[in-house]
């Protein structure tokens, strides 16, 4: 059995900070150190975007532009469990955060490229 679980969501005010994070279990992910992960997140009554990516050694990350500067991704494979780190959030972050796998790097992930999901953790920043 496959599963990713986030954790680490909330309520928060304007200029706070979350951690969230996403652990790996299952036969498929005894070779975690060989995937991809990434973070997605998803408002009400729009698609689920694309948040950052980190590759399978954590040597290559990526974020989407109005991220970059405020989340950091990062990986700790010891623990099969990659890592948002997020500061200054603003009111237009809250959503549903979701972690993915896939088994091939690529600079930005979309939807299609996830082979496997978690349940996704609800961030909510109060104005």
């Known amino acids: 059995q496959v599963q990713l679980v986030e954790s680490g969501g909330g309520l928060v005010q304007a200029g706070g900070s979350l951690r969230l994070s996403c652990v790996a279990s299952?036969?498929?992910?005894?070779?975690?150190?060989?995937?991809?992960m990434g973070w997605f997140r998803q408002a009400p009554g729009k698609e689920r975007e694309f948040v950052a990516a980190?590759?399978?050694?954590?040597?290559?990350?990526n974020y989407a532009d109005s991220m970059k500067g405020r989340f950091t991704i990062s990986r700790d494979n010891v623990k099969n469990t990659v890592y948002l780190q997020m500061n200054s959030l603003k009111p237009e972050d809250t959503a549903v955060y979701y972690c993915?796998?896939?088994?091939?790097?690529?600079?930005?992930?979309?939807?299609?490229?996830?082979?496997?999901w978690g349940q996704g953790t609800q961030v909510t920043v109060s104005s």
């Open positions: 980190i590759s399978a050694r954590g040597v290559f990350t």
């Open positions: 993915g796998a896939t088994a091939v790097w690529r600079w930005t992930l979309s939807t299609r490229n996830i082979d496997y």
């Open positions: 299952g036969r498929t992910f005894e070779t975690y150190e060989t995937y991809t």
